[in-house]
Every structure is written in C-alpha cells, then in structure tokens.
C-alpha cells in the first residue's frame, strides 16, 4: 500500500521571551491511502502546529514532508498552494463555512476553483451531502443548519477535490457527544469510501479509538 504522507525529522520552535521553545523535535510519520488516523496529545502539545506543517499552511518548519510521493516541505508559496488544493482536504474545529451560499454552493465552489465546470460540480456536491444525511438541507445556509449539519457540510467541502489526504483538527470539537459520534463515524465512513486517507488532531480518546490508530504527541515528539 502506497503512502500519501511521508514525514522525516520534521521540527518546528519558536523564539519566546529570549527562550526557544521547541514544539516538533523531529517527527517521523507514514499515513497509508485508505488510512484513518487519530493524532492524540493535550492542548498545546502540538497537534496544530503539526497539522499545519503537514498541510503546507506556514513556513519556518525543518525536516522533509512527501505528498503523494513528491517533496513539498520547501516549495514556493504558489507551489505549496497549487499542492493544497490538488491533494489536501481540510476540516476545522469551526466549520468556517461561507454564510451568504447554500450547503451545496459550499461543496461546489472548492471545485470551481479548481477549474471544474459547475454542472458537474453541482453533482459532486449533491452526491457528497445526500451521502452525509443532508439531501434535505442543500439549499439551506449555514445559520440555518444545527452546528452537526454545518461540520457535516464542511467535511463535504473538503472531500469534494477528492483529494488524498485530509488534515482535520479537533473536527468535533464543538459538538456535543452524541452528535461528535455521528460526525465522526460519517467522516471516517466516507473517507474509506473515497480512498482518501485521514489525519485527525484530537485530545478525545473515546473518539480516537474508532480510528485505524492512534499515535500521541508528547513534549514533541510521537509515541
């Protein structure tokens, strides 16, 4: 099985009051396609810092990251963003959906974006959200959606490129038990569905442990 992620000796620290502090302190990682897994550690242990060194969103990280096989750690800003959007998904903790378009248009203008038409577009968007239960909700806008409806929509934004991995930090964090389990159990489902693969940054061990599995950040590095 191929890996969509590679990660070698990846660091990451930060200057404080004349102190470094030192967040990664040289990470080692592989996620498999069709892999889900859950990232485990404490507020402030890491888990976005990571996250966002994984998914090319700021610089200032050492060591080497591979997506899809190709060195992406080092790339110019256009390069790091064409790489975002060609093979990388991204779910919040916030849904952070656009509040003036419909569930549906959320799904659909990631595609647009990427040069898809709108028609087909338009399919891809109503097959991902009648798949996560909101066939009924298309035309509705985030204000009208319960905050399960809305994280739901979000995770359709960001499988509707199809992309190879994707990178979701505390996605049920805002919600409460029984609708996280919902959220979650949707996600992972049609994750394995769309032969993607899963990173989930997470403090919830009840929740990791639907994962394939679980590695924890501690004092910057995976255990």
Not at 90 to 97: E, I, K, T
Not at 135 to 154: D, I, K, N, Y
Request: proline share 3%; net charge negative.
């Amino acid at each position: 099985m191929s890996n969509v992620l590679e990660v070698r000796g990846l660091t990451r620290s930060f200057e404080q009051g004349g102190v470094t502090i030192e967040v990664l302190r040289g990470i080692d990682m592989e996620i498999a396609k069709g892999e889900v897994i859950s990232l485990l550690g404490p507020s402030g242990s890491g888990k976005s810092t990571m996250l966002q060194a994984v998914g090319l969103l700021e610089g200032g990280f050492g060591g080497s990251i591979a997506i899809d096989g190709e060195q992406a750690a080092n790339l110019e800003n256009d390069a790091r963003t064409t790489t975002r959007r060609e093979h990388l998904g991204f779910v919040y903790q916030f849904h952070h959906l656009l509040p003036d378009f419909s569930a549906k248009e959320n799904v659909v203008i990631p595609q647009l974006i990427r040069g898809k038409n709108y028609p087909e577009s338009e399919e891809r968007a109503e097959a991902l959200l009648t798949r996560l239960g909101l066939s009924h909700r298309m035309t509705h806008r985030p204000s009208q959606l319960s905050g399960g409806e809305q994280q739901r929509v979000a995770v359709g934004r960001a499988l509707a490129n199809r992309p190879s991995l994707v990178l979701a930090d505390e996605p049920t964090g805002n919600l409460d038990e029984a609708t996280a389990d919902i959220v979650l159990a949707e996600f992972i489902k049609l994750v394995r569905e769309e032969g993607s693969a899963a990173l989930i940054a997470t403090h919830n061990e009840r929740l990791a442990r639907k994962t394939d599995r679980m590695i924890r950040l501690h004092e910057g590095l995976l255990e």
